[in-house]
């Protein structure tokens, strides 16, 4: 018999949590703690500990997400077409969400079981369990309905998704978001210039071209000290680029940057860009054992136009993750065909959500295709062996 606990605060984990996990730095306690201490005004963090004879064997991250129009559309459109949009996601998706994995990072960093100690099936009916468990739980303290559930990102090769007939059985849509960027990184690269030189004549020429008009951009790792004194231009670089997406389910506080240095220290890196000694650009990375995670960034958008700055980030990290030996960098979603220029390949994922009303949970996967709409986009091939 599996029992279950529930946790409120990372500080009250068990020791054997991160024992469990320390494959992933994204359920470890250094994380989640930054993660508490920062996290979207929207967003409150619970933890379950599953365990078998009194051995944790599973593990589940999940968040309780409060989601308002005024924060979701930040593009504003005064036109018919898009207040009825609105209003329509209003009545489907406005209020709280719970969100079985992170909601402000891309990939499957929301669960982990031993698979020698209970099956997929085990731990699927354990977990929805517990999603029950939380739905009560928040019912009763807050007197808050959960409004939709949200288990987040999985590849098509996750062992999990062994268990998608239960998922389906149980209400749950099967949903196709945007894929992954990876960049695996081969052995034989052990310097940038390795990269530089698979690199076919149009995409060589346009690395020197980005690398040209960046001459004048001074770049510089900033320490925690550099990241608080910073922290008020990082979060104005930052805002500047997510205030320009149509659709965002959260905005990060503007302590952020410095809680995740401090706590993560080393593992957490921030570069800024300079112009002279003006900050006006930066980008962020997580470095997760063997797979750098790239994270926010933010840049001045005179800059970026004129320095090709975003294009530059991405060439920086790829420097980083190569000189550094890792194994894969992973871009994360959107901007598809610009990162798939630097060599990153898209992997595809899935979700599963289900809206807690019957009715509504039958027409939620076609709201979320106008929120997730399909990008047409051409994957770019920049390496001579294609």
């Known amino acids: 018999m599996i029992e279950t606990k529930l946790f409120t605060s990372a500080i009250d984990l068990p020791r054997a949590w991160d024992a469990l996990v320390v494959h992933d730095i994204f359920l470890q306690t250094t994380y989640l703690k930054a993660l508490e201490e920062a996290a979207p005004k929207n967003i409150t963090l619970y933890y379950f500990g599953f365990y078998l004879e009194q051995e944790l064997v599973g593990i589940a991250v999940m968040q309780r997400v409060k989601l308002y129009l005024n924060d979701m559309f930040r593009n504003h459109d005064d036109s018919c077409f898009h207040e009825r949009f609105k209003n329509q996601v209003s009545k489907v998706l406005k209020g709280n ?145 997510a205030s320009n997406a149509k659709i965002n389910s959260f905005i990060l506080p503007e302590n952020h940057f410095y809680a995740f240095k401090k706590q993560l220290g080393a593992n957490f890196k921030v570069f800024g860009y300079f112009n002279k000694n003006e900050l006006v650009g930066f980008y962020t990375l997580i470095l997760n054992n063997k797979y750098l995670e790239t994270y926010f960034l933010g840049y001045d958008s005179e800059y970026q136009y004129k320095h090709q700055l975003y294009l530059n980030m991405l060439y920086d990290m790829a420097q980083f993750g190569i000189n550094n030996q890792f194994k894969t960098i992973v871009y994360a979603r959107t901007a598809m065909e610009i990162k798939s220029s630097i060599g990153a390949k898209p992997k595809d994922m899935v979700m599963y959500l289900k809206h807690t009303n019957w009715f509504m949970n039958g027409i939620l996967k076609y709201i979320f295709r106008l929120m997730n709409p399909s990008k047409i986009w051409e994957e770019r091939h920049p390496f001579k062996s294609n």
């Open 97 to 241: 969400i719970l969100v079985v994995g992170n909601l402000t990072h891309t990939g499957q960093h929301g669960i982990y079981f031993k698979s020698n100690a209970i099956t997929n099936e085990e731990f699927m009916s354990t977990l929805l369990k517990a999603v029950d468990v939380l739905k009560r739980k928040i019912k009763t303290v807050f007197n808050k309905n959960i409004r939709a559930v949200l288990l987040k990102d999985y590849f098509l090769t996750d062992t999990i998704l062994q268990t998608k007939n239960a998922l389906n059985t149980s209400g749950f849509h099967h949903i196709v978001v945007q894929p992954n960027m990876v960049l695996n990184l081969p052995e034989h690269w052990v310097h940038f210039e390795d990269y530089i030189s698979e690199l076919n004549k149009k995409y060589r020429d346009r690395y020197k071209s980005a690398r040209k008009k960046s001459e004048s951009i001074i770049t510089k790792e900033l320490d925690v000290t550099a990241v608080f004194n910073q922290s008020e231009t990082l979060y104005k670089l930052y805002k500047n680029v």
